[in-house]
Structure formats: C-alpha cells, structure tokens
C-alpha cells in the first residue's frame, strides 16, 4: 500500500479520535453527572450510543492502520489506550496529524 493511502487513512484516524474523545468527555462529564445525579437516563443513552459508534470506529481504524506496518506495537498499543483513557484521545488526533 501507499504512503499516500497511508496517510489518508491516518487523516481519517485523526477525525475519528477527535470525535471518539468529544464523545467521550460528554459521556463521562455531563451524561453520567446528569444521570447519575439528576436522574436524568436520557442522555446517557443517547450519548452513550454515538461514543461505542466512535469508539468501534476507533479501534477498526486504528487496526486497519496496523496493515500498514509503518507505527511500531508501541505506538499502536499507546493510540489504542487513548481510547480508554478521558482527554487522551485529543492527544492521539494531535501526535497522529504531527506524524503526517
């Protein structure tokens, strides 16, 4: 495969790591206070279902990038943990644009 099929597939990575980690910090910030505290569910279902869209885009992206053979098993388990972890996944999206 390209480096020029690479790096548009590492784009792609990006745009979904940004939104996989707004997801993510509504989720946990304001759906869950919200349900949590206010007993108000709605959110965190709603919410709830367009962060595991994301986050199942995130890891088949970041897997399908794996092929490539180009990011070390470090850099890769590293990404892969910027899904797990609040805030870490703006990191990703910025490290990922700064390698292209």
Not at 40 to 57: E, S, T
């Amino acid at each position: 495969m390209s480096q020029e099929v690479f790096k548009k597939q590492a784009k792609l990575f990006a745009k979904i790591s940004f939104w996989e980690g707004i997801s993510f910090v509504i989720l946990v910030f304001v759906a869950m206070p919200l349900k949590y505290g206010l007993d108000m569910p709605l959110m965190v279902r709603i919410v709830g279902m367009a962060h595991g869209i994301l986050f199942v885009g995130y890891i088949l992206q970041l897997a399908y990038i794996a092929t490539f053979k180009v990011w070390s098993f470090k850099t890769l388990a590293i990404y892969a943990l910027g899904s797990l972890v609040p805030f870490m996944a703006f990191w990703v999206e910025k490290d990922v644009k700064r390698g292209l």
